[in-house]
């Protein structure tokens, strides 16, 4: 019986070294791993059009998305005045599509809500919803920005 003891033990230190040796040469799990493609897509520079809630009024204007720490943040200029929002990327519903979700205001919270796609190049482009928190609006305001970097002219 001495020899059947030192081949389990040996059985089982093979066993051991084979499972460290698998989770030694596994990748560390980051923090980040889990984190939406949609963090990254949608930075960059856009042209936006938009119409106010519960108003036929429409605008045009250009926007900024860049990445602030664990937030978006968004510079938008229309008609000349520059405004900046902060937000996430984060699911609509459990299972559902990922989309951008703005929030501002102290005194009337606002909110924007858009949902991410990307056009033929496969930059972002984004359609929102925005206005008063809880959307109360017979129509709530819409926006749309298109990525500025495939118009850019070439530079030899």
Same mark, same amino acid.
């Given at each position: ?36 493609? *949609?963090?990254? &897509? %949608?930075? +960059? ?14 605008? $045009? !204007? ?48 606002? *909110?924007?809500? &858009? %949902?991410? +796609? ?14 008063? $928190? !809880? ?22």
């Amino acid at each position: 019986m001495p020899g059947t003891l030192s081949v389990r033990r040996g059985r089982t230190l093979t066993f051991l070294f084979l499972a460290a040796a698998c989770l030694a040469g596994m990748p560390a799990r980051a923090a980040d791993e889990d984190e939406a493609p *949609e963090w990254s &897509c %949608v930075p +960059g520079r856009y042209q936006l059009i938009g119409r106010h809630p519960d108003s036929p009024t429409t605008y $045009a !204007g250009t926007a900024r998305i860049e990445r602030v720490g664990r937030q978006l943040r968004l510079t938008r200029v229309v008609g000349g005045r520059k405004s900046q929002v902060f937000g996430v990327v984060r699911r609509a519903d459990p299972g559902e599509a990922w989309v951008l979700h703005f929030k501002w205001g102290d005194k009337q919270p606002m *909110e924007m809500v &858009c %949902v991410i +796609g990307t056009d033929l190049d496969n930059y972002a482009r984004l359609t929102c919803h925005w206005g008063k $928190a !809880g959307n109360p609006h017979a129509q709530p305001g819409m926006e749309a920005y298109f990525a500025q970097e495939p118009w850019d002219p070439v530079k030899p």
